[in-house]
C-alpha cells in the first residue's frame, strides 16, 4: 500500500501529509459549461432574470465553494487562497439553438499544495448557481464537461490539457 498516498498502513483513507513540502506559488484554471435554451439567454443577456444578475451571483457563488472546498472534499488541505477569479463567455451557434455558457476559474495560492480542486469546485458551483437561477425558465440545461485546463507550481510541475 506504500505507493497509494491517501492509504495509511492499515489501508484506510488518510489525508497525506505535505509537511516537507516546498512553499511555491501555485495556479489552476478549470473549465465547466451550461447549456441553456433560448429563453434563459435571452433573460441573461438581457439582464431581465427575475432572481437577478446570473453571472453576478455565480461569479460569487464560485468564490466561495473556492473557499470551502476542503470542507466538501474529504482528502483536500485547507489551504490559503490568493486569488479566485471566475469568468464567463457565450459560445452561441443561432441556427442550431446552441447557447452556452463557457465557465473559467482561476484559483491561486503560495502554499505546499496545489488548487487544482478549488478551481474545479469554483468552475462547477459557477454552472449550479445558474442553473439554479435559471430554472424556472427551463429544466433541460446541461452542465458539463468540467476539467482542469492549466496549472502551474508543484513538484510535478506545469500540466496544460492538450486542446480537442
Not at 17 to 30: G, P, W
Request: hydrophobic letters at 40%; charged letters at 20%.
Amino acid at each position: 500500500m506504500s505507493e497509494l498516498t491517501h492509504f495509511n498502513e492499515q489501508g484506510r483513507a488518510k489525508m497525506v501529509d505535505v509537511s516537507d513540502k516546498s512553499e511555491t506559488v501555485r495556479t489552476a484554471i478549470a473549465h465547466s459549461s451550461i447549456e441553456v435554451n433560448k429563453i434563459i439567454y435571452d433573460q441573461i443577456a438581457s439582464g431581465q432574470n427575475k432572481k437577478g444578475d446570473v453571472f453576478a451571483v455565480a461569479q460569487v457563488a464560485g468564490i466561495m465553494a473556492a473557499k470551502q472546498t476542503s470542507s466538501i472534499i474529504p482528502m483536500c488541505h485547507p489551504i490559503p487562497l490568493t486569488g479566485v477569479n471566475i469568468t464567463f463567455e457565450w459560445d452561441i451557434n443561432v441556427q442550431n439553438s446552441h447557447y452556452v455558457v463557457l465557465i473559467y476559474a482561476e484559483a491561486k495560492t503560495k502554499g505546499v499544495t496545489g488548487v487544482e480542486m478549488e478551481a474545479l469546485t469554483a468552475a462547477t458551483a459557477a454552472a449550479l448557481t445558474i442553473y439554479d437561477m435559471c430554472k424556472a425558465a427551463g429544466k433541460e440545461m446541461v452542465i458539463g464537461p468540467t476539467f482542469l485546463l492549466r496549472k502551474t507550481g508543484g513538484k510535478n510541475g506545469d500540466y496544460e490539457r492538450a486542446r480537442d
